[in-house]
C-alpha cells in the first residue's frame, strides 16, 4: 500500500496541529511497512503538485481539523480543483479538534462522509478524535506523549480496512463528558486553563488582555 496523505489545514505546517498528529500517524504507517508521500494545503504553490499526486494514486487520507463544526474553506476550494475519479480511489478522513466530546465533531463526520461520492470516489471512512487543543505550544516531550495513539490507528489503516473498525470507533473517546466531568473542565478552564493561555499569549507579544473588549459608542 502507498498512501498519500494531505494535511487540510490552513496553518502553514510549523504551527499545524494535524500535523503534528500526521507525523505520528505516519510511523504507524512505517512500522507496518506501508509507504507514503505527505502534502500540506497551506502552501498554495503545491496545489498542483498535490493534485497530481492525487491523480495518480489510488489510496488518498485527507486530515483536518474542525472549527466550531466548520471545514477549513481552504480545504473546500483545494477539493474543487480536483477532478472525478473512480471507484478505484479509495478516500479516507482523520477530523481533528479541540472539542473533547465526540458528538461535537459528528456534524463535520457526516459532511465528509458525502465528499467521497461528489468525487466519484469510495468512502474510507473517518477517523475522529478530539481534545487536540494546543498540541503546537506544548514543548516536544509533550507533543509526542498527546500524539503518540496516533502511531496505532496508522497501523490499523495500514492493514487496509481503512477507519471502519471498532479500534478506530472507540478511538473517539467518550461521546459525551458526565456531568461532574463537565463541571471540572469550566472550572479548569475559569482558572488554570485561563493563566496558560495568558502566559502563551505573552510569549507570543500580546499584551492585550484575553478577554478585552471593544465597547462601542
Not at 139 to 168: H, I, S
Amino acid at each position: 500500500m502507498h498512501v498519500v496523505i494531505i494535511n487540510g489545514s490552513p496553518r502553514v505546517q510549523k504551527y499545524s496541529n494535524t500535523e503534528k498528529i500526521i507525523a505520528s500517524f505516519t510511523k504507524g504507517l512505517s512500522e507496518k511497512g506501508v509507504s507514503f508521500e505527505a502534502y500540506a494545503i497551506s502552501n498554495r504553490k503545491s496545489w498542483e503538485m498535490i493534485r497530481d499526486a492525487y491523480i495518480k494514486n489510488e489510496e488518498i487520507l485527507i486530515a483536518l481539523p474542525l472549527y466550531v463544526e466548520c471545514v477549513p474553506g481552504l480545504l473546500l476550494e483545494f477539493l474543487e480543483t480536483l477532478p472525478k475519479k473512480d471507484e478505484h480511489t479509495r478516500l479516507s478522513f482523520l477530523l481533528q479538534s479541540g472539542f473533547a466530546e465526540g458528538c461535537q465533531l459528528r456534524c463535520g463526520e457526516e459532511f465528509l462522509s458525502k465528499l467521497p461520492g461528489y468525487l466519484g470516489v469510495r468512502y474510507g471512512g473517518c477517523l475522529v478524535k478530539g481534545d487536540n487543543f494546543g498540541i503546537r505550544v506544548l514543548d516536544e516531550e509533550k507533543q509526542k506523549q498527546v500524539t503518540k495513539p496516533y502511531q496505532a490507528m496508522g497501523e490499523l489503516f495500514a492493514e487496509g480496512d481503512g477507519f471502519f473498525r471498532e479500534e478506530a470507533k472507540k478511538f473517539t473517546g467518550p461521546e459525551y463528558l458526565s456531568l461532574p466531568m463537565r463541571l471540572l473542565m469550566q472550572f479548569a478552564f475559569k482558572t488554570f486553563q485561563k493563566k496558560i493561555f495568558q502566559k502563551v499569549a505573552a510569549s507570543w507579544g500580546c499584551n492585550t488582555p484575553l478577554d478585552y473588549k471593544v465597547l462601542g459608542n
